[in-house]
Each structure stands twice: as C-alpha cells, then as structure tokens.
C-alpha cells in the first residue's frame, strides 16, 4: 500500500528506508514477517504513517486520517532534521558529543508527555522484559522526538553511575533480577542528585608520562576512567572513537558539577607529558 501510494518499485521503496531490496522481497512474497528495525526504518522515512497500523493492523494507516479507535501516534516520533529543532548545526559542522548530565526539571506537561511516548512505543514495539534506552530532543516548541530506541542499556556511564548515583536506584542489579525471573525490583528514587560527565578529549601526543589520577579524586569525584597507556598516541577528538576517558562528579548544583569535571579535565589534560 505505501509502494503503491508513493508509485515505488520494491528497489526505490528500499533505498528510500535503507534496507536491502531482498529484505523487501522476502516480506512482499511472505516469506519474512517485516523487523521491528524495518518497521521503525519505515516510520521514519514515512511519518504520517501510523506506528501503530505498522505494527499491529490496528487503526489507519495515515495519521491524518480520521481514526474512531483509541491508539496509534499522531504526530511524527521520529527527527529526521526538522527545521525546528533547537541547537542545529549546519551540514559541514561536526556534533562531538562531550559530556552527559542528569536533566534539567521539565514542566510536568512535558514530562507526561514524553512518559506517554516512552510507554506507548515500548509497548507498541512489544519489549516485554529488560532495559530500554531511547535518546529524545525536544524542538524550540519543547516538542519531543525520539532519536533512536533500543533494548539495552544506557551507555558512557548512564547505566551504572549516573542513573544509581543521581537517583540511588541499582539499575544494573534491577536489570540482572528480570534476567533471573526475580519480581522484587525497586525502581524507586531515593534521592535527587546532580551528575555531570565529561569525556576526556585531550590534546594530541604521544603519552609519555601519566599523572597519579588519585589526586584528583574527591568527595564529588566519583570516578576517573582513563582508557589509555603510556606510549599510546592520543588523537585529535572527532567522536568517541578518540576518547580518552570519562571523568564523573556529582554535586547538589549542575552548573557547578559541570563546572568541577571541566576543571579535571583540565588538570588531566595539564599535567600528562607528551611528546610528539
């Protein structure tokens, strides 16, 4: 029906979600039911399609149309460069992502709404057990869109510091409980703590010398991942591939938090000998 509606043969209509023509072949003689990636891939190439028509049969098939039964999304989950985001760079500029930090407070309205995404899609897609980690935006609107969706854990520390630390909840502990078919999980916060990484993106060298990282440490210093040896060459930072650790602080106030790992970072980055 998409195929049809956007006058496609199987090839262009694969191209156009990035997937392999036989992967649409196999799916159009009924030989493979469609992923959940392919579905997703379709979604978000073609968002005035309702999520929950691709994944159920349920509803219409355009979120435009008008629908008598409860359910499906209707409005595009998925940011594919929408003019209105916030913070956009242009082509040729280069995102690095280089810290993380526990979130600011949104209006209730807001965080509802991004709950009821969150719920509804997990829900949707049939993630029935474990950890989800999904990455939303919100536009200058505070319009929220997902980015990617998984079932896994948070990486570059969420999972194992950030998430216990800020909220003393044993996110990993939980996660092995559902694996072993435990009930008893405790989602619980105890508490609301600022948390603040920075990823060690040092200037370039050889190392030569490597500073005693205890002295760094602190009572706010939660931990210093240092990931490289002597002798290693340290890169100019382009993405994570070039990483040279993570440092992690927390604090009652973000901005000093984010404040305090930047200065390690700093000393860090001051006190390692190069050569070149």
């Known amino acids: 029906m998409i195929m049809d509606r956007e006058q496609l043969t199987a090839g262009a209509f694969a191209e156009s979600i990035d997937v392999a023509q036989a ?6 003689s009924s030989r493979n039911n469609p992923s959940t990636e392919v579905i997703l891939k379709l979604h978000k190439r073609y968002n005035d399609i309702n999520l929950e028509w691709l994944l159920t049969g349920k509803g219409n098939m355009s979120n435009n149309s008008p629908s008598t039964e409860d359910g499906g999304f209707d409005y595009p989950l998925f940011a594919d460069n929408p003019e209105n985001l916030s913070n956009e760079t242009s082509a040729s500029e280069n995102r690095k992502e280089i810290a993380l930090e526990t979130a600011q407070k949104l209006p209730r309205e807001i965080e509802s709404k991004i709950e009821e995404i969150v719920s509804r899609l997990i829900r949707e897609i049939g993630i029935k057990n474990g950890p989800v ?6 536009s200058k609107e505070n319009e929220p869109y997902i980015v990617d969706v998984g079932a896994r854990m948070g990486g570059n520390a969420i999972t194992s510091h950030i998430v216990p630390h800020s ?24 508490f609301d703590r600022c948390i603040a990484t920075r990823i060690l993106d040092l200037d370039e060298g050889i190392i030569k010398e490597l500073p005693d990282f205890k002295k760094y440490m602190d009572d706010n ?12 060459k340290i890169e100019k930072y382009i993405s994570d591939a070039q990483r040279c650790g993570l440092i992690i602080v927390k604090g009652t106030d973000i901005e ?4 305090k790992a930047l200065e390690v970072r700093n000393r860090i980055n001051r006190d390692i000998v190069r050569e070149w």
């Open 23 to 28: 992967t649409i072949s196999h799916i159009l």
């Open 256 to 259: 000093k938090t984010k404040k």
């Open 167 to 190: 909220k003393g909840i044993d996110h990993v502990g939980n996660i092995i409980k559902l694996a072993m078919g435990e009930k008893d999980i405790d989602l619980e916060p105890k």
């Open 221 to 232: 210093v939660i931990e210093i991942c240092f990931e490289k040896s002597v002798g290693d």
């Open 133 to 138: 980690n999904m990455d939303m935006i919100l």
